[in-house]
């Protein structure tokens, strides 16, 4: 088993794997689980300090980002898709999936979105249903701060959608003060369960979109309405994946129980950065850096997977390159969640050191000391 420090999946821990174990009852049947799977809910809603109702839905982080869209768009509606990345921009499709017209806002991706420049746009045209925005890019690993640029669009009558799966249990999240409408969570990110689950926070105005839509939702597995009334209903409009929820309950335990979690984030994250610039590696991002993920140049002259595999077979340690514009230009280091912790980032940087050594990269400083030294 390699050490994984991937920006996700992520690790998972004892207890989690040992709750998935346990024996499970019928979810479709058994009265106790709708109860068990409601307080769930409720115990990750209170977590994002929101009294909208979250729904936890079977399938990975892709599902939530398509139920938001298929759920809010009818054909001819206007959606504004804010890019500073491979997922911002990932949008667009969803959008255009269900007949929607996406009008991209698209900034720089070496930093995050700024609100002033947004605030500009706005006032010329705000004739949208709803917008899009990314929290964490996990290929750029680039922050948007979802509390200053989510009020703006809400100002303006439109409905935010947040993909927050790589930010969240790493970067604080509180959807009251950020106003979102629809905040996209997964499962094998910080939280560090395994992946399988989207985790849906819908507020009233959203609920309401859907409810006055003149048309039906084009899709059956991503109609968020379907999950409206399962409470009172007891009626899930498919089989709920009780095992996968049991692991879920395990580690939200583990996060609430964690009190220093945002502040451990912070300061591995910020200690990773220093350690690799010691080192004499690039930073790929000028400003706006997550907690929960760091992407670095892969040096002139070598090869990221020639990197990714040394690690791999010499010291048993799994990171990852990146995908779309940035495949083959960067690596990413996960520190989330179960990966967030001195002892990992301390035997990644003394592996990396030597790995980059061999492959004859001159490091320009001791890592492992940066890394001591900031943390
Ligand atoms: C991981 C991730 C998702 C989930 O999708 P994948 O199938 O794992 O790519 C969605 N959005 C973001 C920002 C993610 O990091």
Request: net charge neutral; charged share 20%.
């Amino acid at each position: 088993m390699y050490n994984v420090l991937t920006p996700g999946p992520t690790k998972v821990r004892a207890n989690v794997r040992g709750a998935r174990a346990l024996e499970a009852t019928n979810a479709d049947l058994d009265p106790a689980f709708f109860d068990f799977y409601r307080a769930v809910c409720q115990r990750y809603s209170k977590f994002l300090n929101t009294a909208n109702p979250s729904y936890i839905l079977s399938g990975e982080g892709i599902l939530g980002l398509e139920a938001a869209c298929a759920s809010l768009t009818e054909p001819g509606d206007r959606v504004l898709v804010l890019d500073n990345g491979e997922y911002g921009k990932g949008f667009a499709d969803f959008v255009r999936l269900y007949g929607g017209e996406p009008v991209l806002y698209t900034v720089d991706g070496l930093r995050p979105i700024a609100p002033e420049p947004l605030r500009a746009f706005l006032k010329k045209d705000s004739a949208f249903k709803y917008a899009t925005l990314v929290h964490c890019d996990t290929p750029s690993g680039v922050l948007n701060d979802i509390h200053a640029l989510c009020p703006l669009l809400k100002e303006q009558g439109i409905l935010t959608v947040v993909d927050s799966v790589s930010g969240m249990f790493g970067n604080p999240v509180d959807v009251r003060r950020a106003r979102v409408d629809v905040l996209l969570g997964g499962s094998q990110k910080a939280l560090s369960c395994p992946p399988g689950l989207t985790m849906v926070s819908v507020s009233h105005d959203a609920m309401r979109a859907m409810e006055q839509r003149r048309t039906p939702i084009a899709s059956y597995y991503c109609n968020l309405m379907a999950f409206r009334d399962y409470y009172k209903d007891k009626w899930f409009p498919y089989t709920m994946p009780a095992s996968d929820i049991a692991g879920f309950a395990q580690a939200l335990d583990n996060v609430l129980e964690d009190k220093e979690i945002f502040a451990r984030h912070a300061r591995v994250a910020k200690a990773v950065r220093a350690a690799l610039m010691a080192g004499g590696l690039s930073l790929y991002l000028k400003d706006g850096f997550s907690n929960t993920v760091t992407a670095f140049k892969v040096p002139q002259g070598l090869d990221d997977t020639a990197i990714i595999e040394a690690l791999m077979r010499e010291h048993n340690i799994l990171i990852a390159g990146s995908f779309g514009a940035l495949a083959h230009k960067v690596l990413r280091i996960g520190h989330m969640g179960e990966g967030c912790n001195d002892e990992d980032m301390l035997d990644l940087l003394k592996a990396l050191s030597q790995v980059l050594e061999g492959l004859g990269f001159p490091l320009k400083g001791d890592m492992v000391k940066a890394y001591r030294y900031n943390a």
